[in-house]
Structures are given as structure tokens and as C-alpha cells.
């Protein structure tokens, strides 16, 4: 079955540093999420992605964050200069375009220490 | 009032019971409703995806949503230990194609043979 693939599966970065965080989603699909989780905390949604703009953001994805398709099969998430709080699980997910009754489907996820 | 509810757990149930789960929401506007399963150190798999309000059924999951009471519910049945992990609900809107979801906190479950 197809799936949504996440790398690295651990980065360990430098405060203030960047770090880019790589995805290739499901090969048909057309929308693109990424999703945070902070260790022991709720699943938090930070952006949409469709047709290689950003279709909807949260109050967590500032202007140290982006989001790129590079290709036609990776989807990145860049944070600019980390910060220690921005140590979480970061998940990719992606969803098809063919009608609204289809569900995401997120990969194993990154898990970013910052220190 | 948090936008969606669910009780953290931890709840451990022997081997064969019946397992229940559940959440509450606040935001009326909520269409979609999902229950994933999280296994340590791994990304959340879909259980169940649901739009209406009743029942929907596959294989030993039942979703079970109530639109009126603004609650949504997860049974397990002849449970595994397999089924050991964490259940997120998830619910949203979708405009224009594009779906957020917000989840619950998730509920760590432990099958016990």
C-alpha cells in the first residue's frame, strides 16, 4: 500500500540554526499537510499546501517557517533559526484531490531535537 | 471550552473486552470525524473515517458519531493486545478542498492478555 515517507526519522540541530525537514507524499495526492507534536501534547496542524501555494496556516507557522515543492514528488518544511521550543514530532500528510470524502494519511514522522 | 475533548487515559482492559472511546467537541462546524491509532514512535494510521451522524462499521472497529450531542465514539471489540496504542480522534471542516484537522489529546490504551 502506498505511503507517506518522512526523512530524516531524527535530526538533531543547534540552536538558530535551519533545518529542513523532507516528505514524499503519496504519489496521487494533491494536498499537503504538515502537523506538529510536542512530547506529550495534542497532534497540532501548522499548514496546507495545494496546487504550490499555501491554502490555509496556523498561528504556529510564523515567518521562520516555509514550505516548498521542490519536485514533482518531495515536500519540505524549513524552519529558519530554531529555537529550543520548536523541539516536536513533525508529521507529513497528504490527501487526494478526488472529492472531499477522503481522509489524510501522515507518515512516521521527524522527531527534531533542538539543542 | 477546548475545541475537542478526550480523556488522556491511560485505561488497560484484559484480553476480549470490549473497549470504548470517546470524545467531545465544541464547534458545530466540524463535518469529518476520524479516529487514527498511534503506535509508539510511529505516525497516526486511519481507523475510521466518518461524515454522518450514526454508526459505520469495519471489522471489530465501530465509529459511532452524534452530531446533536456534539459526541463521537470508538468501540473495540474482541480486543488484542495488538491493539495496544494510542487512539486520536480527529474532526474537521473542508473548504475549498483544504482539511485541517484538530485532534484530541489522545487516549493510551493497554490490552492485557
Known amino acids: 500500500e502506498p505511503e507517506v515517507t518522512q526523512t530524516p526519522s531524527h535530526q538533531v540541530t543547534q540552536m538558530g540554526q535551519e533545518v529542513i525537514l523532507r516528505c514524499v507524499p503519496i504519489?496521487?495526492?494533491?494536498?499537503f499537510y504538515w502537523y506538529r507534536q510536542i512530547l506529550g501534547q495534542k497532534v497540532e496542524f501548522l499548514v496546507s499546501?495545494?496546487?504550490?501555494?499555501?491554502?490555509?496556516k496556523s498561528e504556529i507557522f510564523d515567518d521562520q517557517f516555509s514550505v516548498e515543492r521542490p519536485d514533482g514528488s518531495n515536500f519540505t518544511l524549513k524552519i529558519r533559526s530554531t529555537k529550543l521550543e520548536d523541539s516536536a514530532m513533525y508529521f507529513c500528510a497528504s490527501r487526494p484531490w478526488t472529492g472531499v470524502n477522503q481522509p489524510q494519511h501522515f507518515g512516521d514522522g521527524t522527531r527534531l531535537s533542538i539543542l | 471550552q477546548k475545541e475537542v475533548e478526550q480523556d488522556p487515559g491511560p485505561l488497560s482492559v484484559p484480553e476480549g473486552a470490549i473497549v470504548s472511546l470517546n470524545c467531545t467537541y465544541s464547534?458545530?462546524?466540524?463535518?469529518?470525524f476520524m479516529w487514527y491509532r498511534q503506535y509508539s514512535r510511529k505516525g497516526p494510521e486511519l481507523l475510521m473515517y466518518?461524515?454522518?451522524?450514526g454508526n459505520k462499521e469495519d471489522g471489530r472497529f465501530t465509529a459511532q458519531v452524534d452530531k446533536s450531542s456534539k459526541y463521537i465514539s470508538l468501540f473495540i471489540r474482541d480486543s488484542q493486545p495488538s491493539d495496544s496504542a494510542t487512539y486520536l480522534c480527529a474532526m474537521s471542516v473542508i473548504i475549498q478542498g483544504a482539511q485541517k484537522l484538530v485532534f484530541g489529546q489522545g487516549t493510551r490504551l493497554t490490552i492485557n492478555p
Open positions: 466518518t461524515y454522518s451522524s
Open positions: 504519489s496521487n495526492h494533491l494536498y
Open positions: 464547534n458545530s462546524a466540524f463535518q469529518y
Open positions: 499546501f495545494y496546487n504550490n501555494e499555501i491554502s490555509e
